[in-house]
């Protein structure tokens, strides 16, 4: 979709430019937010029309919008790259609008083509390419992170689908997720709650999945964790994923195993890049489940050593420690993380344009 087949409603009082560049300096995550959104909408009548870039702002809902009452909404995470040479990139755009359909139909939603899903992203950033940070050095992990949604927003109070229902795209510039980098992070086991069930709404990227984990990331905080892992629902035995993130071992015969996919889990964009550079390393990746007995059995043995996580906002981020009601869940290996150190390094010099892309995985915004 060429951008412009968006029409444009440019911002009248944009953002200064000595204001946005202060702004980058320290941008933390989702704190500050570009001069435009990308929209378009969607009537049972009309189908998807009315492709605009307008000014950001808030949004007009009546207060018996579907969305506010049956949660009948869905997004997605991706982000834009500054390349060496001023250029903007994206990374594997159609993977993450191939799962935005997945979990529109789960929704049932309308299902956004390709050529919207990127068309929008690419006519957001013709306008607002100067908000995407410009990294100072390799380990700089600024970028702009790209937030496509999708809501019901008729007005109706009943337990149907929506028959109208609105598509944004809203961008906010990043420092790195977490603030120590490749410093590992500890976790906390869920005991009390599930993310998902069998069935349920799990492989689709919907709010109500990250509602349903904020009581659990409650009691990760209060355990100085900075993420919550998950069993799963029927056997509370199995490894699942992270509130916001997939989950890799490392073992010292050079397997890396990350938890089968099911309905239960959230199939990341990452995390399928990361199945792909593993084998590019030589590596021997293992899609299959993973018991909480076997890491704990595997990092008290030493036959695991090394876990890490992995999503959009995160890049990859090892694992520390696994704190549970029992007590911690620690490699006696002492690893300093060298198999997820190297595949983040390969995954973000990818990204930035700093190692040639193989796969074709890059996609130009500007």
């Known amino acids: ?51 605009e870039v307008r000014p950001y702002g808030p949004l007009t809902l009546d207060p018996a919008a579907a969305v506010l009452h049956y949660a009948q909404e869905i997004f997605e995470g991706i982000k834009a790259y500054r390349h060496a040479d001023g250029s903007v990139w994206t990374f594997r755009p159609e993977k993450n609008a191939e799962r935005f359909r997945r979990s529109a139909h789960r929704l049932a939603l309308p299902e956004l083509s390709d050529a919207d899903f990127i068309g929008s992203l690419k006519a957001l950033l013709a306008q607002d390419h100067a908000w995407v940070p410009t990294p100072k050095s390799a380990a700089d992990e600024c970028s702009l992170y790209l937030r496509p949604f999708m809501i019901a ?15 944004y795209v809203i961008a906010s510039p990043a420092a790195a997720y977490f603030k120590g980098g490749v410093e590992p992070v500890s976790i906390w086991l869920s005991s009390h709650y599930n ?24 009691e990760a905080s209060a355990h ?29 015969d050079g397997r890396i195993a990350t938890p089968r996919l099911t309905d239960t889990i959230l199939e990341g964009v990452t995390r399928d890049s990361v199945l792909t550079l593993a084998r590019d390393e030589g590596l021997s990746p293992e899609e299959r489940p993973i018991s909480i007995d076997e890491w704990r059995e595997g990092a008290a043995s030493g036959e695991i050593t090394e876990v890490f996580a992995c999503g959009t906002a995160a890049v990859i981020t090892p694992v520390g420690e696994l704190v549970t009601e ?16 190297r595949l983040r390094t390969k995954l973000l010099d990818l990204q930035y344009g700093r190692a040639e892309d193989t796969h074709g995985w890059l996609t130009k915004l500007v």
């Open 1 to 51: 979709m060429p951008t412009d087949s968006f029409d444009l409603q440019p911002n009248a009082t944009p953002t200064a430019s000595p204001i946005r560049e202060d702004i980058l300096k320290n941008p933390g995550f989702g704190r500050y937010f570009t001069d435009h959104m990308a929209h378009v909408r969607w009537t049972l009548d009309a189908g998807w029309h009315g492709r």
């Open 195 to 218: 993310r998902a069930a069998p069935g349920g709404t799990g492989f689709a990227k919907c709010g109500g999945n990250y509602a349903a984990s904020l009581a659990a990331q409650k």
């Open 153 to 167: 927003s008729e007005k109706f109070l009943g337990v149907r689908p929506a028959h109208e229902v609105d598509y």
């Open 224 to 252: 100085d964790c900075g993420q919550v892992a998950f069993l799963d629902a029927r056997e509370n035995k199995w490894i699942e994923e992270l509130g916001g993130m997939n989950l890799f071992f490392v073992f010292k």
């Open 326 to 341: 029992e007590g911690r869940i620690r490699l006696t290996a002492g690893s300093d993380n060298p198999i997820a150190k």
